[in-house]
T-cell receptor, first 111, second 116 residues
Framework: QKEVEQNSGPLSVPEGAIASLNCTYS??????FFWYRQYSGKSPELIMS????GDKEDGRFTAQLNKASQYVSLLIRDSQPSDSATYLC???????????FGSGTRLQVQP | GAVVSQHPSRVICKSGTSVKIECRSL??????MFWYRQFPKQSLMLMAT?????????EQGVEKDKFLINHASLTLSTLTVTSAHPEDSSFYIC????????????FGEGSRLTVL
């Protein structure tokens, strides 16, 4: 079982729609959760962080965390073609300072 | 947020040569930096943790004699790929934790290494 799992996609949504990206993790003791966006050939950039159960909203982005189900998600409202990228879920495990990354979900927003 | 700068962004070298990649924290001091490697269409895999003033900690399966890490100052970590081979061709990315202790990492621009 991978430590952080994501559907590789591609996830294709029309412009203006809601994109829903999902992630599960195996280490129940994980404490901090992050969503990074990575454009092709570029390094990741932080989109959202979430530390407690529930929803956290920032502009068009909403992160959702359910520790009991070991599940993290990212919703992107009013998707734009510029949102087309790979979205990486990252988890900070207990006792480790580095983040563990999922393989990423490629999102395509169709104009 | 914290700014991490990485150089060079692209490097092409011949098999058997060594390549050095630099990672700098520009507006903060980083006692720890992390080096990741990413193969095409794969995730970021942690290679090693660079510790200022002490030896790096390598992940299982990463050869410490091949991937030399030096963290001589609070703002600079270097990764040297020694005797590079085509299978070392990859995207190498350094990162550092910010000062707010939130767990997030700030990434350098990445270095695309191609070994011929």
């Amino acid at each position: 079982q991978k430590e952080v799992e994501q559907n590789s996609g591609p996830l294709s949504v029309p412009e203006g729609a809601i994109a829903s990206l999902n992630c599960t993790y195996s280490d129940r003791g994980s404490q901090s959760f992050f969503w990074y966006r990575q454009y092709s050939g570029k390094s990741p950039e932080l989109i959202m962080s979430i530390y407690s159960n529930g929803d956290k909203e920032d502009g068009r982005f909403t992160a959702q965390l359910n520790k009991a189900s070991q599940y993290v998600s990212l919703l992107i409202r009013d998707s734009q073609p510029s949102d087309s990228a790979t979205y990486l879920c990252a988890v900070k495990r207990v006792g480790r300072r580095a983040l563990t990354f999922g393989s990423g979900t490629r999102l395509q927003v169709q104009p | 947020g914290a700014v991490v700068s990485q150089h060079p962004s692209r490097v092409i070298c011949k098999s058997g040569t060594s390549v050095k990649i630099e990672c700098r924290s520009l507006d903060f001091q980083a006692t720890t930096m992390f080096w990741y490697r990413q193969f095409p269409k794969q995730s970021l895999m942690l290679m090693a943790t660079s510790n200022e003033g002490s030896k790096a900690t390598y992940e299982q399966g990463v050869e410490k004699d091949k991937f030399l890490i030096n963290h001589a100052s609070l703002t600079l970590s270097t990764l040297t790929v020694t005797s590079a081979h085509p299978e070392d061709s990859s995207f190498y990315i350094c990162s550092a934790p910010g000062t707010a202790n939130t767990g997030e990492l700030f990434f350098g621009e990445g270095s695309r290494l191609t070994v011929l």
